[in-house]
């Protein structure tokens, strides 16, 4: 028999068996049993390895996900995946932040949109995605700032394609600054398409998740889908149009109103940044952050906040950016 935990006794009630014969307990369980002992504090309960089942006793509500968690870890060690406490740590949180999402927020339970070519269904993960989700069907000027890893670009993305496949619009419209990194990329060769590639690059990312590489070429070739740097929008008004601005911490305050006064008639504008990644001259003020001062009580325009808690990368992403708060660090005092 083996057991997590030395001192933590089981609990009378529930009793769950979870069925692992075949499969290598040691993947299973972690060295030392440290995936089992991640899922004994999540709950008011046990786990035991018994001959070929694993048993979950315990009166507490969470019982239930432990063994829905279990059951994909089973099936995931069957398919030769490697387990270790951040992948469990990372389906524990899924589990919890679509609960935290169903109990928030009415009719979540409706996917944005289907993946190119497969029946998988794109749906927010969390609250703070919801939020904003619900703001960009509502508003025609939405701002969305926050940390990486919470889903920015793609919702914005996702929403642009839904709004093409239903003919709200006629098209959709990628911008981005061309400010790099705190790197120099010196020349690069080819025509304009080729030079901004390296900038448009996590929104074409974001595409081809959705749509698919083939798809993107034949939106693009045609003019559907736009992709350009910020630099060219001046002059132009953009009707029937979802136009995505990303990376606008990088904007200065007079490109962000030049964009902003592109908007044309049946079009909408998808603004996002983290505004402690700004790359601009320390001399230069972002618009990203002076917009909400200029424009925070205008009709119309509106602002969602996400953070840590709407990260939905690997689990240490999360630990990444809390523990750089917590210093006091960001891209403006690097």
């Not at 944005?112 to 904003?132: D, H, N, V, Y």
């Not at 990194?181 to 929104?203: S, T, V």
Request: net charge negative; aromatic share 6%; charged share 25%.
């Amino acid at each position: 028999m083996k057991s997590t935990g030395k001192n933590k006794q089981p609990r009378q009630g529930q009793t769950i068996l979870v069925d692992v014969e075949g499969i290598d307990l040691l993947h299973l369980t972690g060295p030392r049993d440290s995936n089992l002992h991640f899922l004994e504090k999540q709950f008011d309960g046990s786990l035991v390895v018994r001959g070929d089942h694993l048993v979950i006793t315990g009166d507490d509500k969470r019982t239930a996900d432990v063994r829905k968690v279990l059951l994909e870890l089973v099936q995931r060690v069957r398919h030769g995946q490697l387990i270790d406490e951040v992948a469990v740590s990372h389906l524990w949180e899924q589990m919890t932040v679509q609960e935290n999402l169903s109990a928030g927020s009415e009719g979540n339970d409706q996917p944005l949109l289907f993946a190119s070519g497969s029946r998988l269904a794109i749906r927010t993960k969390t609250p703070g995605q919801q939020k904003f989700v619900d703001t960009m069907r509502r508003d025609d000027v939405v701002f969305a700032i926050g940390p990486a890893g919470t889903g920015k670009t793609f919702l914005a993305v996702v929403m642009a394609m839904d709004y093409l496949k239903r003919q709200l619009v006629d098209r959709i419209i990628l911008v981005r600054p061309a400010v790099e990194a705190g790197e120099q990329l010196g020349f690069l060769p080819g025509d304009l398409q080729d030079k901004i590639n390296p900038y448009l690059r996590p929104l074409f990312d974001a595409l081809s998740d959705i749509t698919g590489a083939a798809k993107i070429s034949r939106y693009l070739a045609s003019g559907v889908i736009e992709a350009s740097p910020l630099a060219y929008m001046r002059g132009r008004t953009l009707n029937n149009a979802f136009v995505i601005l990303d990376e606008a911490q990088n904007t200065t305050v007079g490109q962000m109103k030049m964009f902003l006064t592109r908007l044309g008639f049946q079009s909408k504008a998808v603004i996002t940044g983290d505004i402690t990644q700004i790359d601009l001259d320390s001399r230069a003020k972002s618009g990203l952050v002076h917009v909400r001062e200029i424009l925070g009580e205008t009709e119309g325009v509106s602002f969602v906040e996400l953070d840590g808690a709407d990260i939905v990368r690997h689990p240490l992403v999360r630990r990444i950016v809390d523990a750089f708060e917590a210093a006091g660090i960001d891209s403006e005092n690097i």
